[in-house]
């Protein structure tokens, strides 16, 4: 009588499905870390001329006013970063 090889293949299958969600998951989460870094960034980056203009000109209330406003803008960043490529 043949051995049953049937159980012992199932079993590597069944290990490289588990091996292959390991490294999916951890290249989801990396892309998505690199994502939120980029736009975090991005935001940085847009609040950055009122930081520069008001930094040493004005109180520090005056500053997080300053900051609070420009906030949605900054959040916005990349509906404006996708208007100017595509030309809208």
């Known amino acids: 009588m043949a051995p049953d090889f049937r159980a012992a293949a199932e ?3 069944a290990e490289r ?4 969600r390991r490294i999916g998951g951890e290249t989801m989460r990396l892309f998505i870390a690199l994502i939120v870094i980029i736009y975090l960034i991005g935001v940085g980056v847009a609040l950055a001329p009122t930081f520069r203009s008001k930094w ?5 209330s005056e500053l997080a006013a300053s900051v609070a406003q420009e906030l949605p803008n900054a959040f916005a960043w990349p509906v404006r970063a996708y208007h100017s490529i595509a030309g809208a």
Request: with cysteine; charged share 0%; net charge neutral.
């Open 11 to 13: 079993h590597c299958g």
């Open 17 to 20: 499905v588990g091996i292959t």
């Open 56 to 60: 040493s000109t004005v109180p520090a």
